[in-house]
Each structure stands twice: as structure tokens, then as C-alpha cells.
């Protein structure tokens, strides 16, 4: 691919609005959608999502981890899912937040940056627990791939301050220094910052729960995350409880990089493609103050 992630998603958002739909296939919603929760009731809920939001969202976000539940039989329709969204000209975010020592993360890029790879996907989520250089093979293979890699930050969940919020060389009484979240936040701008590129997004995102706007507040990082360039993935809109008007609030200046992503929220619409449709369109409306 010869352009960079981020200006391809500049081109789409700018087409499509900024809001990310995640593919999630709870067994819940199988149930609720008249699907058996089995491999056949799953690429029916895939086909029909994708089917909805071809035309209406600029990128969609399939959840690995429903995949995987239902082994090699499941991975193969999330293959199947994300050759379909790369068919009808949805960007796809893999959500599926790897992070492994480097040769192990080597190995993972591959599976899901390198053209040609069965689950390649536009996008992924990655976790930086194991040091944010660690993610490096990913960083890498993502640049000469023109694909995009969206490092956790700020997690939708409660249980992420304990780690996120965490001082960096702080001093005995756990004063000073940084947090982690600043300290991921300062590494993602850095790289865009190198990957060059003027448009409003660099290649290298990060996951910022919608709900964490007070903690976004707290920690003082609005303005870093608006220099970032990042892409900024706020899942957590809907079923975790952020609406529209917790999203503009919390991202303040960095509102124009974000990305408001919801999953339960829109596909409890379905199955109806028309249902659905209509869910985005609303949530879409919400997003943009009408
Ligand atoms: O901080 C995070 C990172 C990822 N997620 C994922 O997003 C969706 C949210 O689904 P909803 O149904 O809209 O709650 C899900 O796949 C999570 O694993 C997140 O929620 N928070």
C-alpha cells in the first residue's frame, strides 16, 4: 500500500464520520439475533454486519476474542469477516491487543500487518505492558505495510487505573514523575511525530476509553493528546455507559482525533441490516450534536 494509515483514515472518516462499530459476537446477541451460538450462526452475524455498515462507517472493529471462543473453525470467519470488510471498502481494526517480547511480537505482526497474511487487518490493538519498545516489530512492519498499530492508554475499564495511572519514577511517597498513561501518550506522539506526514492523523493510535474523560481531565493530558497526531480509539460508548456528550467533553481539544466506538450499543439493532443502519445513523447524529 502506498499511503500511510493515517491518511487513509483521514480519507474515510472524512467521508464516513469518525464513529468506529465493533463486531462482537456475544453469544448473547447470537441468542437475541435467532443465531445458535456455533461457527454457522457466527458467520451469519459477520456477513450480516458487514452487510449493514458497507456505505455507512469509515472502520469497524472486530473483536478477536469472540472469534477465537469458537477455535480454528471461528478463526477462519474472522478471516472471512475481514476479507469482507477489505471487500466493500471498510478500514478494519482487529482489536485483539497483542504485546510479547520482540522476536514473539515479530511473529504476531506478521500474522496480522504483512500483506498477503490471512488475518491481516488495516489496524490492530497492542499492549505496551511489556515496554513500549517491545512493540517495535509491529511499529515496523505497520510503516512499510502502510497499516496502522493502536496502543492501550487509557482502557475503557476501572480496573486500567491501577496500572495507567501508576507513577513513573515516582519518589518513595509515590510523588512526582509521570504516569503511565503520560508516559504512553509522549512515546506515540514522538513516533508520529518521526513517521512525518501532515495530515490530522499519524499512523500510530491509541485506545482511550470513552469513559475515561475526568481521569483524561485529572491527569492533565487533553492538550498531549490533541499534539499527538494519534488516532484515538474511545470504545466504551453505548453498553460501558459514555455517550456523545461524555466523548466531547472529556476529549476537549483532542476531539477531532477521536474515534467514539461502539459494539453492543449498535448491534443489539439487529438482525434487520435496515435496523442496524439506522442504529449507526442515530449514534452518528448523537456523536455529531444533532
Ligand atoms: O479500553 C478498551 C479497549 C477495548 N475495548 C473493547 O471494545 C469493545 C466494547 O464493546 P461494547 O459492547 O461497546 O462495550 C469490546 O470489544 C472491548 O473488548 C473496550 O471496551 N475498552
Redesign the pocket.
Known amino acids: 500500500m502506498s499511503t500511510t494509515f493515517g491518511d487513509r483514515l483521514e480519507e474515510a472518516v472524512t467521508a464516513y464520520g469518525p464513529l468506529c462499530v465493533?463486531i462482537?459476537p456475544?453469544p448473547q446477541l447470537l441468542h437475541r439475533w435467532g443465531l445458535d451460538d456455533d461457527v454457522e450462526g457466527l458467520r451469519r452475524f459477520g456477513d450480516t454486519v458487514v452487510e449493514a455498515l458497507a456505505g455507512q462507517v469509515a472502520i469497524a472493529?472486530p473483536?478477536s476474542?469472540?472469534f477465537e471462543r469458537h477455535g480454528s473453525a471461528g478463526v477462519a470467519v474472522l478471516e472471512h469477516v475481514l476479507a469482507m470488510l477489505r471487500e466493500v471498502g471498510v478500514l478494519s481494526l482487529l482489536?485483539v491487543?497483542r504485546g510479547d517480547v520482540g522476536s514473539t511480537m515479530a511473529a504476531y505482526a506478521e500474522a496480522y500487518l504483512s500483506d498477503g497474511s490471512p488475518l491481516a487487518a488495516d489496524a490492530i490493538?497492542v499492549s505496551p505492558f511489556l515496554g513500549f519498545g517491545s512493540l517495535a516489530p509491529a511499529f515496523e512492519l505497520a510503516d512499510a505495510t502502510g497499516r496502522g498499530v493502536f496502543v492501550?492508554a487509557?482502557?475503557?475499564?476501572p480496573e486500567?487505573a491501577q496500572v495507567q495511572h501508576a507513577r513513573v519514577a515516582a519518589d518513595a511517597a509515590g510523588e512526582g514523575g509521570v504516569t503511565v498513561a503520560e508516559e504512553i501518550v509522549s512515546a506515540v506522539a514522538e513516533r508520529n511525530a518521526e513517521g512525518g506526514g501532515s495530515g490530522r492523523f499519524g499512523s500510530t493510535g491509541m485506545?482511550?476509553?470513552a469513559?475515561v474523560g475526568k481521569d483524561i481531565a485529572d491527569l492533565g493530558l487533553a492538550q498531549a493528546l490533541a499534539d499527538s497526531r494519534a488516532p484515538l480509539?474511545a470504545?466504551?460508548?453505548?453498553?460501558?455507559g459514555a455517550d456523545a456528550g461524555d466523548i466531547a467533553r472529556g476529549f476537549g481539544p483532542a476531539l477531532p482525533l477521536v474515534l467514539p466506538?461502539?459494539?453492543?450499543?449498535?448491534?443489539a439493532a439487529g438482525p434487520a441490516p435496515a435496523g442496524l443502519r439506522a442504529a449507526v445513523r442515530q449514534q452518528a447524529a448523537e456523536l455529531a450534536g444533532g
Open positions: 465493533g462482537d456475544h472493529k473483536q476474542a469472540f482489536d491487543k490493538t492501550l487509557m482502557t475503557s475499564n486500567g485506545v482511550v476509553g469513559t480509539l470504545p466504551g460508548l453505548g453498553a460501558q466506538s461502539s459494539s453492543r450499543g449498535i448491534l
